[in-house]
């Protein structure tokens, strides 16, 4: 029996550009790194190195097209930034296919990918949504130091999926408290 082997896509979104909003694109490229693989610039979405078991992207924002790239994965995992208006600082969410009502007019939800994929291919991938706290969305590169510490779990979880843990969570002691310095908190 010829199985073709289980592939994921880890796709982290956001404007590297706007300090906070880029810790999607952070943590494929930190993912990257223990995965042996360059990271990528922030110009380039990887889609040039699609292939591998486990392959990643770094998108501005999500479009329709991406449904066609996503029907050829098993495990779909969005990275993006929160703006603080969920109580945990890294959220996990499973997500359906379903046309979800965009937050702003000119992008989707990842759910509106998955159902464009279920539509157009019969088929869409199990996929989860990593949601990290952002606490500067100013124009500028680079993480605050409290969301950079979130970059490590984030990538720990996504590791512990791909090792098959579908039990997988981020436990609460395992995010460093780190204040707006980039000090560890003892609170």
């Known amino acids: 029996m010829n199985e ?8 982290g979104f956001g404007n590297v550009f706007r300090r906070d909003d880029g810790v999607g694109p ?16 922030s ?6 190195d699609l292939g591998h078991a486990v392959d990643t992207v770094i998108l501005h924002q999500l479009v329709p097209e991406l449904a066609e790239t996503v029907k050829d994965y098993a495990l779909l995992i969005f990275v993006d930034a929160h703006v603080g208006n969920l109580p945990d600082d890294i959220r996990v969410e499973s997500l359906d296919a ?14 509106t990918v998955l159902s464009l994929t ?7 991938p199990r996929a989860v949504l990593l949601s990290l706290r952002g606490y500067d969305f100013d124009f500028g590169e680079g993480l605050s130091p409290q969301t950079a510490a979130l970059v490590t779990p984030a990538v720990a979880y ?3 999926l791909l090792a098959g843990r579908e039990d997988a969570v981020v436990h609460p ?6 204040n707006a310095v980039g000090q560890q908190r003892d609170d």
């Open 173 to 178: 002691e395992d995010i460093p408290q780190v």
């Open 43 to 48: 110009l380039d979405d990887g889609f040039d």
């Open 4 to 11: 073709k082997p289980q592939r994921t896509l880890v796709a």
């Open 98 to 111: 379903t046309y979800t009502q965009p937050f702003v007019s000119h992008q989707i939800h990842p759910s």
């Open 26 to 41: 952070a943590v494929v490229n930190a993912l990257r790194a223990r995965l042996g693989r360059a990271p990528l610039a």
């Open 158 to 160: 996504i590791q512990a």
């Open 118 to 124: 279920q539509q157009m291919y019969g088929h869409a």
